[in-house]
Every structure is written in structure tokens, then in C-alpha cells.
């Protein structure tokens, strides 16, 4: 069992930059892949980023590509997902969660979510 805290969300202008960070209670964060989800209100749950348990592959949804990065620290038990250059439409709640897949995009692939974290984009 993995319980995953996020947090680093909050209100910024369009343009600005968050860190988001998901830390896991498990010492064996090592062992799972990570991904970074997001659901806007009224919207699905879509993916976001993922991370393989070495930090040697990610993944991307187009949308982000160049503007968001996914890194981890094994050590610290902690993934994290810096957004640069944000927008409006990335306004969502934002979860985090462990897989046993190599790297997944898929939410169904995914066993461990966490609460999520609020960011909100003003124009």
C-alpha cells in the first residue's frame, strides 16, 4: 500500500510557474512508476506526465511538452512536476499516482492516487 500526499498548488497568473510535489509514505517509491494526472471541472481525468522508476524515461501529453517537467527522488520518496509558461486551461485539480507498469499514460494502469492539489491559471 502507498498512500501519495500532493501539494504545491495555488492561484497564479497566466505565465507564472508551480511546482507541484507528491510525496509518498513507502520507502519502496523506487519500485513503481509515477504519473501526474489532471481533471478540470466537467472534464475527464486526463494524463499528464509519467515518470519511469529510474527517472530515465517520462512521457507527455502534447499540451504540456516543453512547458512541464516530471522529475523524482527516489530518496526523498518524492516526485514532482514543475510547470512553466502556465495557462488558463491548465486550471485542474491536479493527482499524482504509482503504477507497477514500466511507465503507463493510461489511468487505469494506475493502483495509488492521491487527494490532488488545486492549481487555478487566472488571464
Known amino acids: 500500500q502507498v498512500q501519495l500526499v500532493e501539494s504545491g498548488g495555488g492561484l497564479v497568473q497566466a505565465g507564472d510557474s508551480l511546482r507541484l510535489s507528491c510525496a509518498a509514505s513507502?520507502?519502496?517509491?523506487?519500485?513503481?512508476?509515477m504519473g501526474w494526472f489532471r481533471q478540470a471541472p466537467g472534464k475527464e481525468r486526463e494524463f499528464v506526465a509519467a515518470i519511469s522508476r529510474s527517472g530515465g524515461s517520462t512521457r507527455y501529453v502534447d499540451s504540456v511538452k516543453g512547458r512541464f517537467t516530471i522529475s523524482r527522488d527516489n530518496a526523498k520518496n518524492t516526485i514532482y512536476l514543475e510547470m512553466n509558461s502556465l495557462k488558463p486551461e491548465d486550471t485542474a485539480v491536479y493527482y499524482c499516482?504509482?503504477?507497477?507498469?514500466?511507465?503507463?499514460?493510461?489511468?487505469?494502469?494506475?493502483?495509488?492516487w492521491g487527494q490532488g492539489t488545486q492549481v487555478t491559471v487566472s488571464s
Open positions: 499516482a504509482a503504477t507497477s507498469y514500466v511507465i503507463a499514460i493510461i489511468r487505469s494502469n494506475y493502483n495509488y
Open positions: 513507502a520507502r519502496t517509491l523506487g519500485t513503481y512508476s
